[in-house]
């Protein structure tokens, strides 16, 4: 507790430096800019620039990629507002309310609702991320091969089976994740698996390739080829910008309990921030002292799921950090970049590299005041972003997408395997099986099995590690208990219904 | 539903159960090549592609127990235009493949820039852009712009193909 | 210090020989091809090097190409493919393509390519938690010949610099190198958390790598493989173990040079390694300067080629 203070200080120090100061400009820009246009994503986006690595310093790099994922959830709120359709599955929440907000000519107030309410909450959120990271960093200590692997089966069940419309599609898009992570080398053994004797395949499929593939190429095929010939409406920024008295004291404890939401969410392997956007939104709709406004436009619809989704992507950063688990297709990126620099995220990334980490941290607290600047003054600007034509916009998404895809190696094998995992994602979407957990299982599989192994390895074959070791037992369980439970409270409901 | 339309579901949540069940099969089949020692672990570089195997087979069976026994669960629409989209443009999705494959044909030869403006002036045409020879000035920008932050920010060279003596006269090599 | 003077002998000899030739003058733009991702060891070596040469004048722009992968085979493919003839590239490479050619059976080697010059060294120790009951690297070996299972090793890649060194432990010590209970991880941190957590018996890495852990008294340093100790920790050699083994990185040329180019680019090379500027970054990464040019690079790198595969041969990983 005592160090962390003088850490944070520390921190502070090198996020202020003029160069990182920059970085983190550029990177919540360039956040909000994605979080506006539809199409682009920040896990898109952060894929498509870790060739950047090659000449960012790392502070640097993961200062800005960071700005990029939380800037996204500030932007999201704009298009999911004044268009109707959410720029990230995270806004789906706020578009429940948030555009009948705006039909109504309270487009201001919504944004405005979102903006502040997304500053608290990330604010918030950075702070526990401030005390409690060292605190897991005690505990991540502990953990052994048999804890993390425990850890990340209970991290795949949540991503594939529990979220989403339906487990055996999650599942179907997992097991194709850990299928094409099992390509290349055998990190243990120095065996050639799946790569067919191409030399390109034996390094594995990069996740750049992957993601770039899934989220760009396969994003272009579909909205070209179902979307594309339809008239955007959008709504009119009417009357103020301000919220009235009455506005902020519906939004406040929204705000809050949001937050006491998002957090938790992000920070254990759960997954993504759809499930506290919709979780908040529903509590707010059961709390609030005007349920006959909600589905017409209630403020703390848009409040409370806005800031649960920014409390969300800070509290991953916590797993990710602390343990080298990501929690989201972002965060699986972000991850990604790390190990670019040769650094794997874990217990003693924050002794190894207090500057970094450090840095890091201090620059989320002042990422979040650059983007209530951004998004509150500056929303005019915002808006005039969407009104790029989509034909340019999707072609510059694509120039943008192989050019990461064909930096890696400089090789045409990386585009043809891009626009194999363009179509995949064509399918995917078109037939709605859901593409993170295959993100995911590409970069959690290849780490689960080497400490699946590991584990095995020490214990000279005996498998009874994994229920003996208290922590990972205790983790198998929950993973027991996410399944189960779920599965007996739709049985009951049904038994209910009938 | 609209007869064409449900049969089209049938037909492809048929294809891709099978194609999942199938990708099983062939990663079993490939894993059976792998070899098994383990050293001390007992589980060898075969295990974790042998349960991948075994679990696309389940779920190949899965999808296709789902898909006999009514169709996959929680599907959107069928319908694109209950989806909010239109009827299913295979021009636009033509286009935008045109456009990856001129690129992976171009970028060795042509360079970089000129592989990039064709794809872009093919997807902007995808997406329904008349002015296909505007388009590819906008890619050319765009491209140029980044070939010269790649080479002079990043250092990375990237082909510069049949425009390399044009960007040598301007000091981009 | 020992390792200064050698270099400087070294680098006498390196100089006659480039001085011998009237040699033509070296380009003003070189390319450097680094097997690697942007980052690590070789990148750092290129890069470094790359600047030693800029802040000497001795060329006027290095261009770089990063292509990663398979222990750098993929970039040493690409090299031998692509630059045939060229006298202005240099190709950054190391003991760890050794092992990557001969463990993944690759179709290129190290003989299709010119050595230039061996530039630096990083020696190898080998530690065991803070409190592990081995207070001695006696201790350890012991507990390995009873049973060696139970002795879990954690370091780098399988077959790579890491597991050959305990490899070539076991081999000096008796104790049988099939029977190695290795535990690979990847660099940056993993390692270093497996073995203050006590997950693993031992850890085996550069001393870059651990150093500060070292000092930090959470892990205890039982020996080093280098000549002499370093940061005051005993020598394999001392102990009683006849192992020496350092993870080197050096430069090479295109294939098909002629001897008289292979001399520009070794006196090119060698005139960088004694820059001010190559020097702060031995100091700063930690590595020892161990300059050798052109043949005696050649033979050195047969010998240590064969010695190698030798070593993973024992260690029994190597796919029939």
Not at chain 3, 80 to 96: E, F, I, Q
Not at chain 3, 175 to 195: C, H, L, M, R
Not at chain 3, 218 to 246: D, N
Not at chain 3, 302 to 309: F, L, M, N, S, V
Request: aromatic residues 8%; contains cysteine; neutral net charge.
């Amino acid at each position: 507790m005592g160090e962390t203070l003088p850490a944070l200080l520390h921190g502070f120090e090198i996020a202020l430096l003029p160069m990182n100061l920059m970085w983190g400009a550029i990177g919540v820009t360039l956040g909000t800019a994605v979080g506006v246009l539809p199409g682009v994503g920040p896990a898109l986006t952060v894929a498509m620039l870790l060739p950047l690595t090659v000449k960012l310093s790392p502070v640097g790099a993961l200062i800005m990629f960071a700005g990029i994922y939380y800037g996204a959830m500030f932007g999201g709120s704009t298009t999911t507002i004044l268009l109707n359709t959410p720029g990230e599955s995270a806004s789906i929440a706020t578009a429940l309310e948030g555009n009948k907000m705006a039909k109504n000519g309270r487009a201001g107030p919504a944004l405005a609702t979102s903006a502040i309410g997304s500053f608290v909450a990330g604010t918030i959120a950075t702070l526990l991320v401030t005390l409690l990271a060292p605190l897991v960093v005690e505990i991540a200590l502990k953990f052994g091969p048999a804890e993390y692997f425990a850890l990340m089966v209970f991290a795949f069940t949540t991503v594939s089976a529990v979220l989403g419309a339906s487990t055996v599609r999650g599942l179907t898009s997992l097991f194709v994740g850990l299928l094409l992570g099992l390509v290349g080398i055998d990190g243990q053994t120095g065996q050639s698996r799946f790569a067919f004797g191409v030399p390109e395949l034996l390094d594995g499929i990069d996740v750049v390739v992957l993601a770039v593939g899934l989220f760009a190429v396969g994003e272009a095929l579909y909205v070209g080829s179902y979307s594309s010939r339809i008239p955007e409406v959008m709504d009119k920024i009417t009357g103020s910008l301000w919220m009235s008295k009455s506005d902020w004291k519906r939004s406040w404890p929204a705000w809050l309990r949001a937050t006491a939401i998002g957090f938790p969410f992000g920070s254990i392997p759960a997954g993504g921030a759809e499930i506290p956007t919709f979780l908040s939104y529903a509590v707010e709709k059961k709390l609030t002292k005007y349920p006959e406004e909600f589905g017409h436009g209630a403020i703390e619809g848009v409040a409370g799921p806005e800031a649960a989704n920014n409390a969300s992507v800070t509290g991953a950063l916590v797993p990710l950090l602390t343990l080298g688990i990501p929690t989201s297709a972002t965060a699986a990126i972000l991850l990604a970049a790390f190990q670019n620099y040769g650094i794997q995220p874990g217990p003693m990334l924050f002794q190894m590299q207090p500057d970094l980490v450090w840095g890091l941290i201090a620059s989320l607290y002042v990422g979040n005041v650059m983007l209530l600047i951004l998004n509150l003054p500056m929303i005019g600007i915002w808006v005039r972003v969407l009104t790029i034509p989509q034909p340019l916009l999707y072609a510059g998404i694509l120039v943008f997408a192989t050019l990461g895809a064909y930096s890696l190696h400089q090789s045409v094998v990386d585009l043809a395997t891009l626009y194999v995992f363009g179509l995949l994602g064509f399918a995917m979407r078109r037939w709605d099986i859901p593409v993170a957990p295959a993100v995911i299982g590409l970069i959690l599989g290849p780490l689960a099995e080497t400490q699946f192994r590991r584990a095995l390895s020490i214990s000279q074959g005996d498998p009874s590690v994994f229920y003996q070791h208290p922590i990972s037992a205790t983790l198998f369980a929950l993973t027991a208990l996410l399944i189960i439970v779920p599965w007996v409270v739709r049985r009951v409901g049904r038994e209910r219904a009938a | 539903m609209s007869l064409a339309a449900a049969s089209r579901r049938s037909i492809a949540e048929a294809v891709l159960s099978i194609g999942v069940l199938l990708l099983g099969i062939a990663t079993a089949a490939g894993t059976a090549m792998l070899p098994s020692q383990g050293g001390y672990a007992r589980v060898g570089p075969n295990f974790m592609p042998g349960v991948t195997g075994v679990g696309l087979i389940l779920l190949g069976v899965w999808l296709l127990y789902e898909r006999f026994s009514g169709g996959w669960r929680n599907m959107p629409p069928q319908e694109a235009e209950a989806r909010g989209e239109h009827a299913f443009h295979p021009a636009a999705f033509v286009w935008v493949s045109v456009g990856l494959f001129a690129q992976m044909a171009l970028i060795q030869s042509g360079g970089f820039v000129l592989a990039g403006a064709a794809l872009f002036a093919c997807v902007a045409r995808g997406f329904g852009s008349p002015r296909f020879a505007r388009d590819f000035g906008i890619g050319v920008i765009i491209t140029v712009a980044v070939f010269a932050f790649f080479v002079l920010v990043l250092t990375v060279n990237l082909p510069a193909g049949w425009l390399a003596p044009l960007f040598s006269l301007i000091g981009l090599e | 210090m020992r390792s200064i003077a050698r270099v400087f002998a070294t680098a006498l000899s390196a100089l006659a020989l480039a001085g011998a030739l009237v040699a033509p003058a070296a380009a003003q733009t070189l390319k450097m091809m680094i097997p690697a991702n942007p980052g690590g060891g070789w990148d750092q070596t290129g890069r470094n090097l790359a600047a030693a040469m800029q802040s000497a004048g001795l060329v006027k722009s290095v261009q770089f190409e990063n292509k990663g992968g398979a222990a750098g085979t993929i970039g040493l493919a690409q090299f031998v493919n692509a630059s045939k003839g060229d006298p202005n590239v240099l190709m950054v490479g190391g003991m760890v393509m050794i092992g990557g050619i001969y463990l993944n059976d690759s179709p290129v080697n190290l003989t299709m390519v010119t050595p230039v010059a061996r530039l630096t060294s990083e020696y190898e120790v080998v530690v065991v938690p803070a409190n592990s009951p081995f207070k001695t690297m006696a201790d350890l070996v012991k507990a390995f010949k009873a049973d060696p299972g139970k002795v879990s090793w954690g370091g780098g890649s399988a077959g790579g610099t890491d597991h050959i060194l305990i490899g070539l432990i076991a081999k000096a010590t008796g104790a049988d190198s099939t029977k190695i209970n290795y535990v690979p991880f990847k660099g940056g941190g993993e390692a270093i958390a497996a073995i203050i957590g006590g997950h693993v018996t031992a850890g085996v890495s550069g001393l870059g790598e651990f150093s500060e852990q070292i000092k930090g008294g959470r892990m205890r340093a039982l020996a080093i493989s280098s000549p002499q100790r370093e940061e005051g920790i005993p020598t394999l050699k001392e102990l009683g173990i006849a192992v020496e083994l350092g993870n080197w990185r050096g430069v090479f040329g295109a294939p098909g040079i002629t001897t008289a180019q292979r001399d520009v680019l070794v006196k090119l090379v060698h005139d960088a390694t004694v820059t001010p500027a190559w020097k702060a970054t031995l100091e700063k990464l930690g590595w020892s300067g161990v300059f050798l040019g052109g043949e005696q690079y050649q033979a050195f790198l047969a010998e240590d080629t064969k010695r190698i595969a030798t070593i993973i041969d024992s260690l029994g990983i190597k796919k029939k």
